[in-house]
């Protein structure tokens, strides 16, 4: 029976100790490193970082859009049939026509278009900052939801091993009084189930606390859950505290938390774009300018060399182009009308994003203040329990009390002990969340 035990309960050692060379991190992980490592790491947090880089870029492209452009350009073409000769005459034959040329365009007046695509562009690289901060953000919360998880599991697991302990010390026990004549085959058979159902509960136990580690793992994009495990929780350092109001929290979280930033961002993105898209009735002004020249060339005849042509050709060219907008087809005042109405859904937008997080918060402080009220009440019946059971062992060893009274009062003291367990940590968690939501975490 000890060996049975010894392997239940060396199991969750092999689980953590298996597989190390998949692990990255040499040891059990703390929190923090498991925060760390899963903004360094997993992929939705990735993407969110590609979308900074890729909001970088296109402001890079809008400032650039100031500047003028410039293009060279040759060009070489035989015509076949009658062809221009020096004195301006046609004559059936063939010719040749070779030009070259370098311009450039530049925008003098756009309508403000360039001023707003480039504070559109900042302000789009600023909200996509924040997203990329809200992302770390929701995986921090992800990560310590997990964590938190882990540990209640090791906990039961630790409970279910206790269960096992006190079951296998009455098979002894009563095997013992059995062999002296004392006890039926009755009773060991009936403490042998229960030995049965405590190894199964245990069992469960290790597949919660397998599930959790996996939970945590992919989060941290690991390969393999083989040889993870967290640093236990110092429950000695455990104290309940004084929580501040939902209020007070909401306040401090609308200045730190990116999701409001990120929707603030782009209320003044949808306000710019109204603007821009105003400019549709502003006029435009551009120049444009270049040289060129051409090598002409009848075929059959005696032509000027090509360098001279080249050189007496040579032109350069200045224009302006004004675009006054007259009547588009009413595009301009339908971007208009769109453009404000985007404004209208991103006030929305912020109003809601708003109202999920002080429910969020709501949520948590209640929940916290649930869990804490549940931890005081979980902590006395555990002791109460505790006794009961501590006293109906006594009195069950010495033949005073039924194996049906000894295991109700052993299910009681498992089971308030694992309650204890379960609102500690929750009360934990929700703790550390409502410090997250302040930016204290």
């Not at 597989?19 to 703390?30: A, I």
């Not at 035989?78 to 040749?96: M, Q």
């Not at 290790?206 to 992919?218: E, G, R, S």
């Not at 236990?232 to 939902?246: H, K, M, Y």
């Amino acid at each position: 029976m000890k060996k049975i035990l010894l392997s239940f309960i060396v199991s969750l050692s092999l689980f953590s100790v298996s597989g190390q060379e998949n692990n990255p991190h040499h040891g059990p992980w703390t929190m923090d490193e498991c925060i760390n490592y899963a903004i360094e790491h997993n992929n939705g947090v990735k993407q969110s970082q590609y979308s900074v880089q890729q909001s970088s870029i296109e402001l890079n492209t809008a400032k650039n859009s100031v500047w003028p452009s410039l293009m060279a350009s040759g060009s070489q073409g035989f015509n076949f049939g009658r062809g221009l000769t020096e004195d301006n005459t046609y004559t059936k034959n063939n010719t040749a026509n070779t030009s070259f040329s370098i311009g450039g365009n530049l925008d003098l007046f756009t309508g403000l278009r360039v001023k707003n695509n480039i504070t559109m562009g900042k302000l789009n690289l600023q909200a996509a900052t924040a997203d990329y901060e809200k992302a770390k953000d929701d995986i921090r919360i992800a990560v310590m939801q997990a964590y938190m998880q882990i540990l209640y599991s090791m906990e039961i697991s630790k409970v279910a091993a206790e269960q096992i302990r006190i079951d296998s010390i009455q098979v002894e026990r009563l095997t013992a009084l059995e062999k002296a004549g004392k006890v039926g085959p009755a009773e060991v058979a009936t403490q042998k189930s229960s030995l049965a159902q405590s190894q199964l509960t245990y069992t469960q136990a290790i597949n919660q606390l397998k599930m959790a580690v996996l939970d945590m793992t992919q989060l941290l994009e690991l390969p393999f859950p083989e040889g993870f495990s967290v640093v236990p929780f110092d429950v000695s350092t455990f104290t309940l505290r004084q929580l501040p109001n939902p209020e007070q929290i909401y306040t401090q979280a609308l200045d730190v938390r990116p999701a409001i930033r990120a929707e603030e961002i782009r209320y003044d993105y949808a306000k710019t774009n109204i603007a821009l898209a105003k400019s549709g009735y502003i006029p435009t002004l551009s120049m444009n300018g270049g040289i060129g020249t051409n090598y002409y060339a009848l075929l059959g005849y005696q032509n000027k060399k090509f360098g001279q042509q080249l050189k007496d050709n040579f032109s350069p060219y200045l224009g302006f182009n004004l675009n006054i907008p007259i009547f588009d087809k009413l595009v301009t005042r339908n971007n208009v009308r769109s453009a404000k109405l985007q404004l209208s859904r991103q006030e929305l937008q912020i109003e809601n994003v708003k109202k999920t997080l002080y429910k969020e918060i709501q949520q948590a402080y209640y929940g916290a203040v649930a869990a804490r009220d549940k931890y005081n009440s979980s902590k006395a019946a555990a002791e109460s329990a505790q006794e009961a059971f501590t006293l109906e062992s006594a009195r069950y060893e010495n033949g005073k009390s039924t194996f049906t009274e000894f295991n109700e009062a052993k299910n009681n003291y498992l089971k308030a002990t694992s309650d204890l367990a379960q609102a500690q940590y929750d009360y934990i968690y929700k703790v550390q969340l409502l410090e997250f939501y302040r930016g204290t975490k």
